[in-house]
């Protein structure tokens, strides 16, 4: 075998590594590396996770999922929070009122409701996050995927 034909079958073979682990991280799962306290204490900065994009191809999100989704306001940031209700749903709020709540006589409780295609997000550390309850529902276009496991650290080692 010449010289040439070594080095192209071994680029052949690198290539299709690499178009297949492009596929796989693009439209299969992702890894994820967690940052900031708004999910302790279910998750914890430098937690590593793998994430379902399927779950965001098929919709198939569920009340208490914990998912990856960009950021409202920065779309250039994500976030991970637990997903608390879908649409249809309504939601009941003790703080500041946001632009999709309803007085409902009470001046403490906002009634919202969960408009087709938005959902609401909230961070399990909920006096440590910035989440729903700040910048009310989102689209759920901007979930990206669902939490399935942390890998990192190996000792706390979880499916959700």
């Not at 010449?2 to 299969?28: A, M, Q």
């Not at 994500?78 to 939601?91: E, F, H, T």
């Not at 979930?143 to 942390?150: H, M, P, Q, T």
């Amino acid at each position: 075998m010449s010289f040439v034909s070594r080095i192209s079958s071994k680029f052949g073979i690198i290539t299709c590594i690499g178009c297949t682990l492009h596929c796989f991280f693009e439209y299969i799962c992702d890894f994820v590396v967690c940052s900031g306290e708004s999910m302790q204490p279910t998750l914890y900065s430098n937690n590593i996770l793998i994430c379902s994009k399927i779950a965001q191809r098929k919709n198939t999100f569920e009340r208490n999922d914990i998912v990856v989704a960009i950021h409202p306001n920065q779309p250039k940031s994500l976030i991970c929070k637990r997903m608390i209700a879908l649409p249809g749903d309504i939601v009941l709020m003790n703080s500041t009122k946001t632009e999709d709540s309803e007085n409902t006589g009470s001046s403490d409780v906002q009634k919202i409701y969960i408009k087709p295609g938005s959902c609401w997000l909230e961070g399990d550390n909920r006096a440590n996050s910035t989440d729903s309850r700040n910048y009310g529902q989102i689209p759920i276009g901007l979930i990206k995927s669902k939490v399935l496991v942390r890998v990192w650290p190996l000792s706390e080692f979880k499916f959700f």
